[in-house]
């Protein structure tokens, strides 16, 4: 793959909405993601293989700067090893990945790609629950942990800033103090985001955000994923298709189907293709 790789002419991929991303967003870039045509992740012809089985077949796709995709389908399509693969967990046997332009995937290991700008949340959230909402956010700041282990350390008016932030974002400001262990299933969720954001990421991969949530927490972390929606890039991996219908409303949907893209397009489109229909939505 070169420095000046473009979507695969053979995807359905729609330029209208995100054709100046690069520009759009550009205050949100870092040094070393070339993003110069406007996507942040290309993944072409990944296939992976278990005991002859393959997990991914040939799997294309492509995510622009400043996106929201949701990613559906029935268990056994790919989705968590799509993810595997672009966190360094497991190893295309064919196929690139590339993070921006000139990051190769493939060849960093999963701290690695953590550190480039890509954070991934599990669904079952971790968090460290014998820590304060507070002190979570502050472990997980991207910053010189040699630095935070000295006896002197201190947070600058800025770290606490960015803190303060993030505790606004993710709906647990008034919460500083309260053990983690303590809060609701929806509120380790969004603290575990809040912890993701804390590292500065491009690139937020989320995997059913909202399993296990009330209909109260799913509709405010809706809200949450719309906010962040343009300063991040975001992959969210949901079953839930109510959820998705509410944070899809300006984006794609991509369907995963046998370790390939079944069907891509906006929810709508993506709802009435036959062969979602009978692979994963049902009549």
Known sequence: MSAHYQP??????????????????????????????????????????????????ALTLDISVGELRC???????GKTTMMDVITGKTRPSAGTAFFGQTIDLTRMTEYDIAHAGIGRKFQRPT??????????????????KRVRQTLFFRLSSEQKDKIDE?????????SETRLAGLLSHGQKQWLEIGMLLMQEPQLLLLDEPVAGMSDAETARTAELLNELRGKHSIVVVEHDMAFVTEIAQLGKVTVLHEGSVLAQGTMAQVQMDERVIDVYLGR
């Open 8 to 57: 695969s002419s053979g995807q359905n991929v729609d330029n209208s909405q995100h054709g100046d991303a690069a520009t759009s967003y550009g205050r949100h870039k870092t040094a070393g993601v070339d993003t110069v045509h406007g996507a942040i992740l290309y993944l072409e012809e990944i296939t992976v293989s278990f005991d002859g089985f393959k997990a991914l077949n």
């Open 166 to 174: 993030v505790l606004r974002l993710i709906r647990l400001n008034g």
């Open 71 to 77: 990613i559906i389908g029935p268990n056994g399509a």
């Open 127 to 144: 968090v460290f629950e014998q820590h304060s909402v507070f002190e979570n956010l502050e472990l997980a700041m991207k910053m010189n």
